[in-house]
């Protein structure tokens, strides 16, 4: 077993692409679910709306690169006011099930032959990027402490987000400790205690799904971008279910949640995976684990672990038991 | 400062009562609330078909009725939480028809609720605040900057304390309000609307639920809010409470106003007494009455021999 590549791989996942990606959409749903309440199970689709906007006015339209993410911001915004507007009058149930739907017709529109020569059908789309790596003040090599590190584009790509995480973190504990925030949590609890005391609940909720969103969106940005491609499978439903998973894990509405979370997710993901491989191919498991199927077995060990964290830790990493022990009275 | 200590707003409402009609939408002086042919019908069911009342300022009214009556419906219609199919009704002269809840609470229109919504997981103070209107920080842009929205933040916690106290909440100040008890919750929600500034106040069923050794502690407050020059409405089935704090009752049974008049004499109405006990509910059978019955009787027996024969 070479433990040294399982340690370096599983600390580079810790602050790599993925969780970057994942740790953005997560700050947008702990927004729209941890302190709205809202359950948006489309995620997946904002950040895809951003990113082929993006990808699609750069690489089949030739336009600028600042003009594309300008188009990827729109599409996201429009996208949560044609989701919210029919929908956030309604129980919050409804939100739910027209999200999950909206999400896999936004990814089947991306993947249709009749408009591939638009997204690119399954293939989706590549070079657009480069007016993104062009920005990039690295010059080329390698970066970082001994064996973990990453040439000169992963580190701008890693760069970038870390930067945009920590202004998102930043604008959410701004926002939360103040009295929008608390117009919000207490949606969460109450719709029409908050109606009664004199609150637009309609706008509020429509403000936490357009910000969710529009901060998931840059996770959208930066999936295209550091995989310099996109493809409509990447903003499948199971997305969006990660980055629950990352929410809860974390403790919803908590500032940081969203962040560890994600790293947690992303080193157990790894960790268990190349440990399995890596037990394979040094033939320490029973002749039932192949390489082939460990993929799903590293799936069930860390839904397991997720499972045990529920029970023995309900409020998450950073959640506080008080909270939960109120929604047993 | 109890309703007992100080007789002057009690005595302005009942002298406004005084010789009214006790006929159902019987005219006031000045009604801060008047309501026309409201109609709310769920498929077959009318739920309620009221023609016309009217809210006098200044006084505690009591809304009452049997199960079923229709009150509840009638103050989520009045209070913006429901529609109405047919009809209108003017709060201070304002039309309310159509209007939506946030906008009747900002009118002066706050009502609590029949099961009590405790924002449970936000602080007993936190729900105080949330009650005060044209916060500066709840405005999206503006939150971001917390010099914006400071000093009012101060101010509004100020005037929090001062009626958490006046609740005898203020020890409870930073727990979570779901972890009041069910009394203390109806506490919390009367400070909070009272939060919002109203003119009027709609208690639905502020009883419910709460221990007798709040009762009276509860009742004292309800008292206060007309000393202090708002009007109380309020949907209540604990008679002794009616009784006690009210100035004039309104009847509702299926749907539709039956009868008004003072605490006193409202429940030995006839109309009141059916519509809550059901007509010729308890009047003895007269000797004519039973002559009938055994004459209809014999009858039918001689009927039957006949058909035999």
């Keep these: 077993?070479?433990?040294?590549?399982?340690?370096?791989?599983?600390?580079?996942?810790?602050?790599?692409?993925?969780?970057?990606?994942?740790?953005?959409?997560?700050?947008?749903?702990?927004?729209?679910?941890?302190?709205?309440?809202?359950?948006?199970?489309?995620?997946?689709?904002?950040?895809?709306?951003?990113?082929?906007?993006?990808?699609?006015?750069?690489?089949?339209?030739?336009?600028?690169?600042?003009?594309?993410?300008?188009?990827?911001?729109?599409?996201?915004?429009?996208?949560?006011?044609?989701?919210?507007?029919?929908?956030?009058?309604?129980?919050?149930?409804?939100?739910?099930?027209?999200?999950?739907?909206?999400?896999?017709?936004?990814?089947?529109?991306?993947?249709?032959?009749?408009?591939?020569?638009?997204?690119?059908g399954s293939d989706g789309r590549q070079n657009f990027s480069g007016d993104f790596f062009a920005m990039n003040p690295y010059s080329p090599g390698t970066y970082g402490i001994g064996p973990i590190s990453f040439n000169e584009r992963v580190t701008w790509v890693l760069t970038v987000g870390w930067v945009l995480i920590?202004?998102?973190?930043?604008?959410?504990?701004?926002?939360?400790?103040?009295?929008?925030?608390?117009?919000?949590?207490?949606?969460?609890?109450?719709?029409?205690?908050?109606?009664?005391?004199?609150?637009n609940v309609f706008s509020y909720k429509m403000q936490a799904l357009?910000?969710?969103?529009?901060?998931?969106?840059?996770?959208?940005?930066?999936?295209a971008l550091g995989q310099a491609s996109v493809q409509p499978d990447l903003f499948s439903t199971e997305f969006t279910f990660y980055a629950y998973t990352i929410v809860?894990?974390?403790?919803?509405?908590?500032?940081?949640?969203?962040?560890?979370?994600?790293?947690?997710?992303?080193?157990?993901?790894?960790?268990?995976?190349?440990?399995?491989?890596?037990?394979?191919?040094?033939?320490?498991?029973?002749?039932?684990?192949?390489?082939?199927?460990?993929?799903?077995?590293?799936?069930?060990?860390?839904?397991?672990?997720?499972?045990?964290?529920?029970?023995?830790?309900?409020?998450?990493?950073?959640?506080d038991k008080r909270e939960i022990a109120l929604d047993a009275r | 400062m109890h309703a007992d200590t100080t007789p002057g707003r009690k005595a302005a409402?009942?002298?406004?009562?005084?010789?009214?009609?006790?006929?159902?939408?019987?005219?006031?002086?000045?009604?801060?609330?008047?309501?026309d042919k409201v109609v709310r019908r769920f498929g077959g069911l009318t739920a309620v078909d009221v023609d016309h009342v009217e809210v006098q300022r200044g006084s505690i009214t009591a809304l009452?009725?049997?199960?079923?009556?229709?009150?509840?419906?009638?103050?989520?219609?009045?209070?913006?939480?429901?529609?109405?199919?047919?009809?209108?009704?003017?709060?201070?002269?304002?039309?309310?028809?159509?209007?939506?809840?946030?906008?009747?609470?900002?009118?002066?229109?706050?009502?609590?609720?029949?099961?009590?919504?405790?924002?449970?997981?936000?602080?007993?103070?936190?729900?105080?605040?949330?009650?005060?209107?044209?916060?500066?920080?709840?405005?999206?842009?503006r939150a971001l900057v917390p010099g914006s929205w400071r000093r009012q933040e101060d101010e509004i916690t100020e005037r929090a304390e001062e009626l958490l106290e006046r609740f005898k909440l203020d020890a409870k100040r930073d727990d979570f309000a779901g972890s009041l008890s069910g009394g203390q919750r109806k506490l919390l929600e009367m400070a909070r609307a009272l939060m919002v500034g109203p003119e009027l106040v709609m208690l639905d069923e502020p009883m419910a639920g709460v221990n007798p050794a709040l009762t009276q502690s509860l009742?004292?407050?309800?008292?206060?809010?007309?000393?202090?020059?708002?009007?109380?409405?309020?949907?209540?089935?604990?008679?002794?409470?009616?009784?006690?704090?009210?100035?004039?009752?309104i009847v509702m049974a299926q749907g539709a106003v039956i009868a008004e008049g003072p605490p006193d004499t409202i429940m030995s109405d006839p109309r009141v007494i059916d519509a809550y006990l059901g007509a010729h509910h308890d009047a003895p059978m007269s000797s004519e009455e039973f002559e009938e019955q055994l004459q209809e009787a014999e009858a039918e027996l001689e009927s039957e021999i006949e058909e035999k024969a």
């Design chain 2, 219 to 249: 009742l004292g407050h309800v008292k206060d809010l007309r000393e202090e020059g708002m009007t109380v409405l309020f949907v209540e089935h604990d008679m002794d409470m009616v009784r006690d704090i009210s100035d004039w009752v």
């Design chain 1, 210 to 223: 357009v910000l969710g969103g529009v901060v998931g969106c840059l996770g959208g940005f930066l999936f």
């Design chain 1, 166 to 199: 920590a202004i998102a973190c930043g604008l959410v504990y701004l926002l939360m400790k103040s009295p929008w925030g608390r117009v919000l949590k207490a949606i969460r609890e109450d719709e029409d205690a908050v109606r009664s005391l004199g609150k």
């Design chain 2, 64 to 141: 009452i009725g049997p199960n079923g009556a229709g009150k509840t419906t009638f103050f989520n219609q009045l209070t913006g939480f429901d529609s109405a199919d047919e009809g209108s009704w003017t709060f201070n002269g304002k039309q309310l028809k159509g209007v939506p809840a946030h906008r009747v609470a900002r009118a002066g229109m706050v009502r609590t609720f029949q099961l009590t919504k405790a924002l449970s997981k936000l602080t007993v103070m936190e729900n105080m605040r949330l009650g005060a209107q044209n916060q500066r920080g709840e405005n999206f842009f």
């Design chain 1, 248 to 319: 809860i894990l974390g403790g919803a509405a908590r500032v940081f949640s969203p962040v560890v979370g994600a790293a947690i997710f992303w080193v157990l993901l790894v960790f268990v995976g190349n440990t399995l491989s890596e037990a394979v191919s040094a033939g320490l498991l029973p002749s039932l684990f192949t390489v082939n199927n460990i993929g799903a077995v590293r799936f069930m060990l860390v839904g397991l672990g997720l499972m045990l964290l529920l029970i023995f830790r309900p409020q998450g990493i950073f959640g």
């Design chain 1, 1 to 120: 077993m070479d433990w040294n590549t399982i340690f370096v791989t599983t600390v580079k996942a810790s602050i790599g692409l993925e969780t970057v990606v994942y740790a953005l959409a997560a700050i947008g749903v702990n927004i729209q679910f941890g302190y709205a309440g809202l359950l948006n199970f489309g995620q997946a689709a904002f950040l895809g709306v951003a990113a082929y906007g993006m990808a699609v006015t750069v690489a089949t339209f030739h336009l600028p690169f600042w003009l594309g993410i300008l188009i990827g911001l729109a599409a996201t915004i429009v996208l949560a006011f044609l989701l919210g507007i029919p929908t956030l009058r309604l129980r919050a149930d409804y939100l739910a099930i027209v999200t999950i739907a909206a999400a896999e017709i936004v990814r089947l529109i991306f993947r249709s032959v009749k408009f591939s020569s638009v997204f690119g």
């Design chain 2, 13 to 35: 409402a009942l002298a406004a009562f005084a010789g009214l009609d006790q006929e159902p939408g019987v005219p006031k002086p000045d009604p801060i609330l008047v309501v």
